[in-house]
C-alpha cells in the first residue's frame, strides 16, 4: 500500500466529493435514516483488504451492530476496551502516524431508493472517531477526520433505484488522534447519526439568520444570509410571530429591521420560529434576538454584561458512552438550570447538533468549542505541536470551519472557541483570523493564548484568587505577560474556562472565586470543571454494578480515575458540589448586616436580564425544638444588577432577640423562591437561602439548670468499670457499653480517606509557602495526602496512661503518637454522668487534645471514633444538612431538621474516600428500625463552634484501602466520628488547596458531647 493510500495518516483532514460545511437545519426535503441495524466486522490493521465493498460480498457471517455505537461498549469486551487518558496518548507521539496494531471496524448496510427525485443527494456522518472511508456500491467516495464535527459527501451519482450498499470503515487511530487527545475515554466508532439527504432542485444550500437587537430601541435586526442555486431565488424568509416575512432576491445577505421584539438571552430565552422557503424546499430553525459586543474591558449581551456561573460539559452515558440520549440530556439541563448554572462550555467539541436547539430552549450562554486539543505535546514542551506547523493548517481550518458553520444560527452560542489545551502557534491564529472574518458577532475564545495576541477575551484555567485579584487591578505581573502584554491583557474581558475542579467531594472554596467575579468588573465567572462524572457502567467480580474508571480495561497508559470529575456521579445523582455552585450562583440572595440585630436585610438581584418579580421572599424562625414562626415577606421589584432593603418582620426579630438574650439557639432561614412555573422549575423553587444565627452560650454559662441525680460509684472488677448505663474496659478505658448497646471507643482520629482534591497535584501547597500568586495548574509542592502520609497521620498508635475512676465519672489519659514519629498528643477523655439512678443518661464525654511539639502539618481531622451496632441505620439530626458540609464547602448546607438512611450520608464516589461529613451538629439521633437507638447532642465552645459527625458502615482506613466500592469490606459495626474540627477539601486536583482560613492547624483542642438512650 502506498503512502498516498495511507489516508489515516494524512495531514489532509478530507479526500473525495466532500461538500462545503453548512448549517444543521430542519427540512422538508426527503431524509433516509440510516440509523439501525449494521454488519460488523473488526480488524487488528487499517490496511486490511477492502473486499466488503463489493455489494456482491457476502456478510452473513459477520456481527450485527446498532449504529451509532462504540464497538468497544459491544459484545462484552469482543471488540476491544475502552481507554482512558487525560494528557498521555494511547500511541507514540510520532505525527502523523500511527502504529500497525490500529482496531478497525467494517460496517456495512443496504437501503433501498425508489423515486428518489434529487438534485443532488448528500451522505451525512454526524460523529465517526477517528477517520472513515466511504464506499456506495462499491465506488470509492471519499475519506474523513475530525471525530465530533458533521461531514457530508455529495453520493448522488452513485445511487441508484433499488437496493444501494453503504460500506464504511473506522480506523480508530489517524492522524486526528493528535489532534483529539482531550481529557476523555477513547471510543472508536459511528457514535453519532448517518442519514442520507435530498438536496432537490431549488434547494437552498445554507441559511444564516443573524437575529441582532438595540437595547436602546428595543429594534431587532435580521441579516438573512442564503447560499443557493439562482433557480432556488425568490427564497422567502417567515417569522410568523412577528407577522415578518422578507424576500430573498439573490445570494448574499438581506438585512431587515424589525420593530418591538423580545431579545433572547440565557434567563428569558425567547424564542423566534423561522420558516425558509425557495423555490424546491422549506426549512425551519428558531432564532433568538441578541447581540454580543465587547465594549472596552466588559463583554456584553444585549447591553448588559454577562457574567458565566457555568460548568464544562462532555457528550456522555454510562453505558453508551457519546451516543447521545436526548432524553437524558434534558433531564440533565434542567439540574443545571435549578442548580443555577447559566453557561455550558462545549468542552472540548462541538456537541451533538440537537443540544444546541435545548441550549437555545431553556437558555444557557454557550462557549461552543472546537474539535481540537493536542495535549500530549506539552510533555515534549510543545515541541512538533500541530498548532505551530503548517503542514497541518488546512485541517485547523477545516475543524473550525466546520464546527462555525454547523452552530451559527443558535442564539446560545455567543463565544466560539478554538480548542482546547493545544499550545499556540500560527494555524491557531489562522483558526481566530477565519473566525472573525466569517462571523464577528461573536467574540473568540482560547485559553492557551496567554498574551491575547489573537483572541478577544483573555481565558485562564485555575488561578488562584490572589491572581485574579492581580488580573483585575491595573497594575502587577501577569502569567506569561511582559508589561506591554500586561496592558493588553487587561484591556480585555477576562474569563474562567476551568476552574472548580469537581473531582470526588469537592470542590472547596467557591465562594473565593464568586467575591472575585463580583468585585472587579472585567472578570466575567468562570466555568466548573466540570459537570459529570464519566464513569462507564461496569461488573464488579462479586457481581455488583460499579462505575469503571482509567486502568480498569487493563490499558497500557491511562489517568486513573481523573475522569471522575463531576458536580454528579455518573448515573446523575447530584454531589455536594452541585449544592455548593448552586448556593454561590444565586441569582438573588439576601444579605444579612454584620449585627444580627439590624432590623433590615439587603436583597441583592445578581441577573443579567430577569427583575425580582419573578421570585417571593419568605422567611422562617426555628430552633432544636422545631419551626417558631414563619411568613412571606413583600418583595420589591429589584433590576438586574440592583439591591434593595427589606425590613425584617416584627415577630421574627423579637424571637430572634428572645433567643440570643437567653443564649438559646434559634436561626432565620430566607428563601428567596420561584413565584411561578417555568420551563425548568415549578413554582416554589428555592433559589437560595440565607440564614441567620443567634449567638450561642460558651460552656458553663448556660442558663438551664441540670436535674439534681443520685451518683453510684463504679462497680469494682479487673477487667471492668461497671456502671447501670455503661460499661469500660478497666485496663484500656474503652467504652464496651452504652445504654445496653456494645460500643467500641473512643479513639482519637486524625486520618480520612484522602479526597481526589487531597491527592491532587494542581496548585502546591500554602501551608510550604509556595505563593498564591503561582500559576493554578502544575505548580510544585506535595499534596496534602502526601504530606499526612509522611507525618504517619495514617499509622497513629496509642499507649493508655492512665484509668480511673471517681464516683460516676471515668478519666482515661492516652498518649497518641505516629509510628516511627517523635511528635504525640496528650489525650484526655473524661466521662461524667455515668452513676445517675434514673437511667438513660445524659451522660457527658469531654475530649482534650494536646499536641507537643514537632507538629508541622495540617491535619484532616480532629475528633473521636466510635464503633457502634449495625443496625442503627435511621439517622436525624439538627445541624447543618441535608448534604454534607466541610469548612470551604459549606454554602450549600443549612441548619435544621434533617434525616437520612446512612447508606444515603456517604457519596458513592467511584473511588472511595472522604465524604458525609455533617458540621455544627446540635443534635444526633441514631435508631434502629424498632424506634430504639442512641442521641448524641454537642455542647458549644468559645463562639458557639460545635462538632460535627460522619457516621459510615466502613472505617476511614478501610475506606483508604479500596479503590473501588466493591473493594469494601462487609461491614459488621457502623463507625461515627465525632469531629470537633476537620480539613477544607479545596479543589487541588486541577486547583488549589483549601485556604489557610479553611485549614485545620495542629492546635489543643477541647470538645464535649452527651449521650441518652432513645425508647422505641
Known amino acids: 500500500m502506498s503512502a498516498a493510500d495511507r489516508t489515516w495518516e494524512s495531514f489532509t483532514p478530507s479526500t473525495g466529493s466532500t461538500s462545503t460545511p453548512r448549517a444543521h437545519l430542519r427540512t422538508d426535503a426527503r431524509t433516509l435514516d440510516l440509523d439501525g441495524a449494521w454488519g460488523f466486522r473488526l480488524s487488528p490493521r487499517a490496511d486490511a483488504p477492502t473486499e466488503f465493498v463489493d455489494p456482491a460480498f457476502d456478510t452473513t457471517a459477520w456481527d450485527t451492530v446498532q449504529v451509532p455505537h462504540h464497538w468497544v461498549l459491544d459484545a462484552d469486551g469482543r471488540y476491544g476496551t475502552p481507554i482512558y487518558t487525560n494528557i498521555q496518548l494511547p500511541i507514540p507521539l510520532d505525527p502523523p502516524f500511527v502504529p500497525d496494531e490500529n482496531p478497525t471496524g467494517d460496517y456495512r448496510t443496504t437501503f433501498t431508493l425508489g423515486g428518489w427525485d434529487a438534485e443532488r443527494t448528500l451522505l451525512r456522518f454526524d460523529g465517526v472517531e477517528s477517520h472513515l472511508t466511504v464506499w456506495v ?225 431553556l437558555g444557557f450562554w454557550v462557549i461552543d468549542e472546537c474539535d481540537l486539543e493536542t495535549h500530549a505535546f506539552f510533555f515534549v514542551d510543545w515541541v512538533g505541536n500541530p498548532s505551530d506547523d503548517p503542514r497541518w493548517r488546512d485541517a485547523y481550518l477545516d475543524r473550525i470551519e466546520r464546527t462555525v458553520e454547523r452552530d451559527k444560527n443558535h442564539p446560545s452560542v455567543i463565544l466560539w472557541s478554538l480548542g482546547n489545551e493545544s499550545g499556540t502557534g500560527q494555524n491557531l491564529a489562522a483558526m481566530a483570523a477565519w473566525v472573525r472574518e466569517r462571523d464577528p458577532g461573536r467574540p473568540v475564545h482560547y485559553e492557551g493564548d496567554y498574551t491575547c495576541a489573537y483572541t478577544d477575551v483573555y481565558s485562564r484555567m485555575y488561578p488562584t484568587p490572589v491572581e485574579l485579584d492581580i488580573i483585575g487591578a491595573e ?168 439591591t434593595a432593603t427589606v425590613e425584617v418582620p416584627d415577630a421574627v426579630g423579637h424571637l430572634l432577640d428572645e433567643a440570643s438574650r437567653r443564649g438559646d439557639d434559634a436561626w432565620a432561614t430566607w428563601t428567596v423562591a420561584r413565584r411561578e412555573a417555568s420551563a425548568w422549575a415549578p413554582a416554589g423553587h428555592v433559589v437560595s437561602r440565607t440564614q441567620v444565627v443567634t449567638p450561642q452560650a460558651a460552656p458553663g454559662t448556660a442558663t438551664r439548670r441540670r436535674p439534681a441525680v443520685t451518683s453510684r460509684a463504679a462497680a469494682p472488677s479487673s477487667e471492668a468499670l461497671t456502671f447501670d448505663d455503661a460499661v469500660f474496659d478497666a485496663r484500656t478505658g474503652r467504652l464496651e457499653s452504652l445504654f445496653g448497646l456494645p460500643v467500641d471507643g473512643p479513639e482519637l482520629e486524625l486520618w480520612r480517606a484522602p479526597t481526589d482534591n487531597d491527592v491532587g497535584q494542581g496548585a502546591g501547597s500554602f501551608e510550604l509557602g509556595y505563593p498564591e500568586s503561582t500559576r493554578g495548574f502544575g505548580a510544585p509542592g506535595p499534596s496534602a495526602a502526601e504530606r499526612w502520609r509522611k507525618r504517619g497521620l495514617h499509622r497513629l498508635r496509642r499507649r493508655v496512661e492512665s484509668v480511673s475512676a471517681d464516683g460516676d465519672s471515668v478519666l482515661v489519659r492516652v498518649t497518641v503518637a505516629a509510628a516511627d514519629k517523635a511528635p504525640t498528643l496528650a489525650v484526655t477523655h473524661r466521662w461524667t454522668g455515668l452513676g445517675r439512678t434514673d437511667g438513660g443518661g445524659p451522660i457527658t464525654l469531654r475530649t482534650e487534645v494536646s499536641p507537643s511539639r514537632g507538629w508541622d502539618c495540617t491535619w484532616p481531622r480532629v475528633g473521636v471514633h466510635l464503633a457502634l451496632p449495625s443496625g442503627l441505620e435511621d439517622v436525624s439530626w439538627v445541624g447543618a444538612g441535608p448534604g454534607e458540609s466541610y469548612p470551604d464547602l459549606a454554602e450549600g448546607a443549612w441548619i435544621g431538621h434533617h434525616s437520612a438512611h446512612l447508606d444515603a450520608l456517604v457519596t458513592p464516589h467511584a473511588r472511595p474516600q472522604e465524604s458525609g461529613h455533617r458540621s455544627d451538629v446540635r443534635s444526633l439521633d441514631l435508631r434502629d428500625g424498632a424506634g430504639s437507638g442512641l442521641r448524641i447532642r454537642t455542647v458549644p465552645g468559645p463562639g458557639g463552634h460545635r462538632a460535627g459527625f460522619t457516621y459510615s458502615r466502613h472505617s476511614v482506613h478501610e475506606t483508604t484501602a479500596a479503590e473501588h466500592p466493591y473493594e469494601l469490606p462487609e461491614s459488621r459495626v457502623n463507625h461515627l466520628y465525632l469531629d470537633d474540627a476537620v480539613h477544607g477539601v479545596g479543589s487541588r486536583a486541577c486547583g488549589i488547596d483549601p485556604q489557610p482560613r479553611h485549614a485545620l492547624w495542629p492546635g489543643a483542642r477541647s470538645f464535649r458531647v452527651t449521650f441518652e438512650a432513645l425508647d422505641a
Open 137 to 361: 456500491n462499491g465506488e470509492r467516495v471519499g475519506t474523513s477526520t475530525g471525530s465530533r464535527l458533521v461531514r457530508e459527501f455529495d453520493v448522488g451519482p452513485l445511487l441508484h433505484d433499488g437496493e444501494n450498499t453503504l460500506a464504511v470503515r473506522v480506523c480508530q487511530w489517524s492522524a486526528g488522534t493528535y489532534l483529539e487527545d482531550q481529557d476523555q475515554w477513547w471510543l472508536p466508532g459511528i457514535f453519532r447519526s448517518v442519514a442520507l439527504i435530498a438536496r432537490p432542485v431549488g434547494a437552498v444550500d445554507d441559511v444564516w439568520v443573524r437575529a441582532g437587537y438595540d437595547h436602546l430601541t428595543g429594534e431587532g435586526r435580521l441579516e438573512i444570509e442564503v447560499e443557493a442555486a439562482p433557480e432556488a431565488f425568490p427564497v422567502v424568509v417567515r417569522l410568523p410571530e412577528l407577522d415578518r416575512e422578507v424576500t430573498v432576491e439573490r445570494a448574499g445577505i438581506t438585512v431587515s429591521a424589525v420593530p418591538d421584539v423580545e431579545p433572547w438571552s440565557a434567563e428569558q430565552p425567547r424564542l423566534y420560529a423561522v420558516e425558509v422557503q425557495s423555490t424546491g424546499e422549506r426549512l425551519s430553525l428558531r432564532t433568538g434576538f441578541r447581540t454580543v459586543s465587547i465594549e472596552g474591558d466588559r463583554l456584553l449581551v444585549n447591553g448588559t454584561p454577562v457574567t458565566f456561573r457555568g460548568v464544562n460539559r462532555h457528550e456522555y452515558h454510562p453505558d453508551q458512552g457519546r451516543v447521545v440520549d436526548l432524553d437524558a440530556v434534558r433531564t440533565d439541563l434542567l439540574l443545571m438550570k435549578r442548580s443555577n448554572i447559566d453557561a455550558v462550555r462545549t468542552s472540548h467539541y462541538p456537541p451533538h447538533p440537537q443540544i444546541l436547539d435545548l441550549f437555545d430552549e
Open 475 to 642: 497594575e502587577g505581573e501577569i502569567f506569561a505577560c511582559s508589561p506591554a502584554e500586561a496592558a493588553r491583557v487587561r484591556s480585555k474581558p477576562m474569563l474562567l474556562c476551568e476552574y472548580g475542579a469537581a473531582l470526588g467531594t469537592g470542590p472547596g472554596g467557591l465562594t473565593d472565586y464568586d467575591e472575585r467575579f463580583s468585585a472587579h468588573g472585567r472578570i466575567h465567572g468562570g466555568f466548573i470543571w466540570e459537570w459529570r462524572d464519566h464513569g462507564l457502567r461496569s461488573t464488579a467480580p462479586d457481581g455488583s454494578s460499579y462505575f469503571a474508571y482509567g486502568g480498569d480495561f487493563g490499558e497500557a497508559v491511562h489517568d486513573g480515575n481523573f475522569v471522575m470529575d463531576g458536580l454528579v456521579l455518573s448515573d446523575g445523582a447530584p454531589t455536594a458540589g452541585l449544592a455548593e455552585f448552586a448556593a454561590v450562583s444565586a441569582p438573588l440572595r439576601v444579605l444579612v448586616p454584620g449585627s444580627s440585630d439590624a432590623g433590615h436585610v439587603v436583597v441583592e438581584n445578581r441577573s443579567h436580564s430577569s427583575t425580582s418579580d419573578e421570585f417571593a421572599l419568605h422567611v422562617a424562625v426555628a430552633g432544636p425544638e422545631g419551626e417558631m414562626h414563619a411568613e412571606s415577606v413583600a418583595l420589591p421589584t429589584i433590576s438586574p444588577g440592583a
